[in-house]
């Protein structure tokens, strides 16, 4: 069975313990958690026990050898991980307010993973890779731009499939080189993951049906449609599928729509139906966000099996 493969950031996230607007005053941090979005994907596909790589880079300190043993840890091929010397991991500092949202401060400029490179070991594993998951957050590197323009003919040659999250800012839409960058690779995408906002952005429709409609019409086989703590709908040719999230008390977000993406995608490439591939993909989100860390919360299937038993589904 072929391998899942990811590219994109990893980087370390520090987070304040008490609620508040930012990082004026000193405060109790804990941290440092594994984070970046591709890499909480990774790892999430890697504990369900499917075959998955990243291509990435890290830098040649604590933060990197803490990202890179987790996700070996979990089954992840690190093999296309490069260790930039000189250079340093990321980080992203954050305090949530009060009402939920977030505030941040990023060391990421001239962290590592800005400098992802095409190397040997990187097309080694885009080569032999049967499916490709595309983060939209990445695609303005131009390196990554590269790897990816490059590796979705070659996969699609040989019958792999892609899956795409967009997980990108608006200014991102805007810009025009941008823009042609993303739809460049919603016209290769199998499974598109967008949340509610990021649909009707790329759509540019008013009305979700519509939106939808819109997109299939493009060639995207198959959406699906991540509603935060609502669930998720699937949406193909065939029809929709709705599946009610799990009522669970948030602590952390972040993280909550990598592992969603990854459960769902490997649940499907096992040959569960799409019914069940949203449950335990809702499970693997609502489990997430529960737990404080962006990757803390990824789950094995034993782990979602069990929140499932004990679970109750939000009442629509
Ligand atoms: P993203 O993180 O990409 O913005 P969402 O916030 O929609 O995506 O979260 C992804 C999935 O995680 C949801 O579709 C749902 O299954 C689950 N989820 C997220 N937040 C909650 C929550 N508060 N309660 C229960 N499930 C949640």
């Known amino acids: 069975e072929g391998k899942i493969v990811t590219i994109g950031e990893i980087l370390v996230e520090i987070m304040a313990t008490t609620f508040g607007d930012g990082f004026l005053e000193p405060q109790p941090l804990i941290g440092p958690f594994p984070s970046g979005a591709p890499a909480i994907f ?82 080694s594993v885009l080569g032999g890779a049967a499916h490709l998951h595309v983060m939209g957050s990445g695609l303005p590197m131009p390196a990554v731009h590269g790897m990816v323009s490059t590796a979705i003919p070659a996969l699609k040659e040989r019958g792999g499939s892609v899956s795409f999250d967009p997980n990108i800012r608006p200014e991102m839409l805007r810009d025009p080189a941008g823009r042609a960058a993303l739809d460049r690779v919603l016209a290769a995408t199998d499974l598109f993951l967008p949340s509610g906002e990021e649909l009707m952005m790329f759509a540019g429709a008013s009305e979700e049906t519509a939106a939808i409609a819109a997109l299939l019409q493009t060639g995207v086989r198959e959406i699906v449609l991540k509603r935060g703590k609502a669930g998720a709908s699937h949406f193909d040719r065939n029809g929709r599928t709705d599946m009610p999230g799990f009522a669970v008390e948030e602590v952390d977000p972040t993280g909550a729509g990598d592992s969603f993406g990854a459960t769902f995608l490997v649940c499907r490439r096992f040959g569960l139906g799409i019914g069940e591939s949203l449950r335990y993909a809702n499970a693997a989100g609502a489990r997430t966000v529960t737990i404080k860390g962006p990757m803390e919360g990824t789950s094995t299937f034993a782990e979602l099996d069990a929140f499932i038993a004990g679970a109750t589904v939000r009442s629509p």
């Open 42 to 123: 990774i790892d999430q596909v890697g504990k369900l026990g499917a075959a998955a790589a990243i291509v990435s880079a890290v830098g040649d300190d604590d933060f990197g050898t803490l990202n890179l043993e987790r996700l070996k840890r979990d089954g992840v091929d690190v093999s296309a991980v490069e260790v930039l010397p000189g250079a340093a991991t990321g980080s992203a500092f954050v305090r949530y307010r009060a009402d939920g949202s977030r505030a941040f401060v990023f060391n990421m400029r001239d962290s590592a993973a800005g400098k992802i490179a095409a190397t040997l070991a990187a097309e």
